[in-house]
């Protein structure tokens, strides 16, 4: 018998109807898994939450400006959030890092100063990073999370606070008629991948900009407004 098998046994013969916990269960299958063991335990769990600004708001992506990033950043160090809130709940650590804020914090915050630059660029002009910022930034994550499990953490969960960031992170170049052929390939290997339950794999910019439009398809298939335009 599996672990897997074994964890969905152990679920079960517990005093309820099979799955009545729902995504409880789910969870702590999930868990078990992870922790190859029956009997996973979650020890002093800690949230991350990483902050930075992006560049492309210069172009008014955000209803909000730059320097609410700066300004929720000192929200979370005086326990005013949402996050703040979940982690007291549930006896989570919460610890902040600056990877590339602009702003200069006060001396003496609560948060670990890791700032690779006073934000990224506007990537719609330049390259939002060079490859020695995007070093830096995995380094300050590396460093966070060694130092976690170093104090005897084994559950980390991620945040990030930056205004913009989703905007900047679904973005879109239309290809030239050139690159359809191109983009329709990846898009196609893209959903097979979903399709059969597989890790997508996708390269360079016609696999990027493939991934957000399969993306976009596979949205439109589970609202039932799909139709075949290609």
Request: aromatic share 6%; proline share 4%.
């Amino acid at each position: 018998m599996t672990l897997k098998e074994q964890l969905k046994r152990k679920t079960d013969n517990k005093t309820k109807p099979h799955g009545s916990l729902g995504l409880l269960e789910e969870i702590a299958l999930q868990i078990g898994l992870i922790q190859n063991t029956l009997n996973p335990e979650i020890i002093k769990p800690a949230m991350l939450v990483f902050a930075a600004d992006h560049g492309l708001t210069d172009e008014g992506i955000s209803p909000y400006p730059k320097d609410v990033t700066w300004q929720m950043v000192m929200n979370f160090c005086n326990g005013g959030a949402a996050i703040n809130v979940f982690c007291k709940q549930n006896s989570i650590s919460l610890k902040v890092i600056d990877v590339g804020v602009d702003f200069d914090f006060p001396a003496g915050s609560p948060i670990q100063h890791s700032k690779v630059a006073r934000g990224s660029h506007n990537m719609r002009k330049e390259p939002a990073m060079s490859v020695e910022e995007c070093r830096k930034a995995m380094n300050a994550g590396e460093k966070a999370v060694s130092e976690k499990a170093e104090q005897g953490c084994n559950t980390i969960g991620f945040g990030e606070m930056g205004i913009g960031d989703k905007k900047k992170a679904i973005v879109y170049e239309q290809p030239e008629q050139k690159e359809i052929n191109a983009l329709k390939y990846e898009q196609q290997l893209f959903i097979n991948a979903i399709v059969n339950d597989e890790t997508p794999i996708v390269s360079g910019k016609d696999g990027l900009r493939a991934l957000i439009v399969a993306d976009m398809i596979i949205k439109k298939i589970h609202e039932s407004k799909f139709e075949d335009n290609f």
